[in-house]
């Protein structure tokens, strides 16, 4: 049953249970009214509709109260149920008196049906509000279970739309740091690479300064032994210049002397053998004055001993002091 048919129903029920307590007020109040003008004293009769309006009142409070408390679920005790049942006891007693002093068994039965709808209405409708009232509540309960079962599931779906968001926040932000971190990563590594090839650029250029002063030290080295080399060298062959001068001085000397006594001994002979007989024929000349040339004869000494001119004997000498000019001649 949805809120809106507990609300019809609670409507229909409080228009039927008010127009029954109302057409029962009405009737009571047509009905007391001339049994208590019968008692009344005279004079007094204006007060007859009083009391039927004093019980009406009774109930009309009893039946409000009872459905005030009906709706918001509460019970007031056993005060109101005594209120409730006496009025109505009075309403029937009231209703059913003048038929009942008459002895009319039918008027009684006629009287009794307004008081006695009215008390079983009002129970009925108590029970009816309380039932609807439980009803509404359980409904207020379901709608209020429902509203949390959605106000849950909507939270459960903002939740899960926040973890949502979160995860892809974190995976961004994962993501981002990874990057920042692989970013980092190689620059330190392009740092670290730049380093080690700054470290080898250096160290290859300390081995190059290294090779370079070596090789300095090596060519000082093979300069300063090939300069004592050349040097030694350089002394050796002055030493064999000097002692192949003195050797050469030695050789011409000794050449010299060769020649000298040889010259003395060729002097000597041609001294010895005198001046020539006959003139000798050219060849002999020649070689004559050759030999005269050689032991250092004068030119008319020669002359005298080939027995030529002095003037052709003049000219061999000057062909053996100067070749060239021998040649030329």
């Given at each position: 049953m949805d809120e809106r048919t507990l609300h019809q129903a609670d409507r229909v029920l409080s228009v039927g249970t008010w127009l029954i307590v109302f057409g029962a007020v009405v009737y009571s109040v047509l009905t007391v009214t001339p049994l208590v003008r019968s008692v009344t004293p005279d004079g007094w009769e204006w007060t007859a509709p009083i009391l039927p309006v004093v019980v009406d009142a009774a109930v009309v409070i009893v039946v409000r109260l009872d459905a005030a408390l009906a709706r918001v679920g509460g019970r007031a005790g056993g005060w109101p149920v005594l209120l409730r049942w006496m009025t109505g006891l009075m309403t029937l007693g009231l209703n059913t008196a003048g038929s009942w002093l008459e002895g009319d068994a039918v008027g009684v039965a006629v009287h009794a049906v307004a008081p006695l709808l009215l008390i079983v209405?009002?129970?009925?409708?108590?029970?009816?509000?309380?039932?609807?009232?439980?009803?509404?509540v359980q409904r207020e309960a379901e709608q209020a279970a429902e509203k949390a079962a959605r106000e849950q599931r909507q939270r459960d779906r903002e939740q899960a739309e926040r973890d949502r968001e979160q995860r892809r926040i974190d995976t961004e932000e994962r993501r981002a740091r990874e990057e920042r971190e692989h970013t980092a990563r190689l620059a330190r590594e392009e740092r670290e690479h730049q380093a080690s090839l700054a470290r080898e650029q250096a160290d290859r250029e300390r081995e190059r300064e290294a090779l370079r002063l070596e090789h300095e030290r090596q060519a000082r080295e093979q300069q300063a032994r090939e300069a004592e080399q050349q040097r030694l060298a350089k002394e050796q062959a002055e030493r064999e210049r000097e002692r192949h001068q003195a050797e050469e001085r030695a050789r011409r000397e000794q050449q010299a002397r060769a020649r000298a006594q040889e010259a003395e001994r060729r002097r000597q002979q041609l001294l010895a053998a005198?001046?020539?007989?006959?003139?000798?024929?050219?060849?002999?000349?020649?070689?004559?004055?050759?030999?005269?040339?050689?032991?250092?004869?004068?030119?008319?000494?020669?002359?005298?001993?080939?027995?030529?001119?002095?003037?052709?004997?003049?000219?061999?000498?000057?062909?053996?002091?100067?070749?060239?000019?021998?040649?030329?001649?």
């Open positions: 209405s009002s129970e009925a409708s108590l029970a009816y509000r309380r039932a609807l009232t439980a009803a509404v005198g001046p020539a007989k006959v003139k000798q024929d050219e060849a002999t000349a020649r070689a004559t004055v050759a030999a005269a040339f050689e032991a250092d004869l004068s030119v008319r000494q020669a002359a005298e001993l080939c027995g030529w001119s002095v003037g052709w004997v003049n000219s061999r000498y000057v062909e053996l002091r100067d070749p060239l000019t021998g040649v030329a001649s």
